[in-house]
């Protein structure tokens, strides 16, 4: 299994808290990535990481937030959790990306998040 | 929105038989298509991925099949076993873009022994 670290993997919280959560990684890849998983929905791209300090939005990005200081970790930061953020938030991480051929994505465990 | 649409949404086979889930898109430049595995609490994990360059793709007793005229592509799990269980999804991108995937709404597979 690729060595991917989410935390918290459940959490409740009430609307209007802010929330991050950490993806720690130990493969070394470039490429990091926030998903949210719904019903109905499947996969959506919140925002991804193409190096340090390097992010871009994806299909889902209002109100939320990332920061990738250090190779290893990639953080999604809720400033203001509302009800419809209630999901479960996947990390990915992939050795290439962007167009430079067919990366597999390797995904972590899940991160459950509940907004009261 | 550039879409990629599965169906069904679920599937109950009996143990041994041929599961088939399929999708379809839109975006004619799409030219990388994955297909995701993901058991019950745990992510996703590719599982069989094909280019428009073969009409099919087979590993063990997974196939894609893929019809570029018709844009669409579908997964085929032969023999199916009770572990196939899982949700399977359908992604699509172009030049295989990692950071331009897109996913189908997945399909829950059960197979019954």
């Known amino acids: 299994d690729a060595g991917i670290t989410q935390s918290p993997r459940h959490k409740v919280t009430e609307t209007g808290t802010p929330v991050t959560l950490r993806c720690h990684q130990t493969e070394n890849h470039r490429y990091m990535y926030w998903y949210r998983q719904d019903p109905g929905h499947g996969l959506r791209l919140i925002h991804y990481?193409?190096?340090?300090?390097?992010?871009d939005k994806g299909e889902v990005s209002d109100g939320y937030s990332v920061s990738r200081s250090k190779t290893e970790d990639f953080l999604l930061t809720l400033e203001s959790a509302t009800s419809s953020q209630t999901s479960v938030y996947f990390c990915a991480i992939s050795e290439r990306g962007g167009t430079s051929g067919a990366g597999e994505l390797f995904f972590g465990e899940g991160s459950r998040l509940t907004v009261l | 929105q550039q879409q990629v649409k599965q169906s069904p949404q679920s599937l109950i086979v009996q143990k041994g038989g041929i599961s088939i889930i399929n999708c379809a898109y839109e975006n004619t430049a799409f030219d990388y298509f994955p297909w995701y595995q993901q058991f019950p609490g745990k992510g996703p994990a590719l599982l069989i991925a094909?280019?428009?360059?073969?009409s099919e793709k087979k590993e063990g007793r997974f196939t894609i099949s893929f019809n570029k005229s018709a844009k669409q592509f579908s997964l085929h799990i032969m023999d199916s076993q009770p572990g196939d269980s899982a949700t399977y999804f359908c992604?699509?991108?172009?030049?295989?873009?990692?950071?331009?995937?897109?996913f189908g709404t997945g399909t829950l597979l059960a197979v019954q022994p």
């Open positions: 992604a699509a991108s172009r030049g295989g873009a990692t950071n331009k995937l897109i």
């Open positions: 990481s193409y190096g340090v300090k390097d992010t």
């Open positions: 094909i280019r428009p360059d073969v």
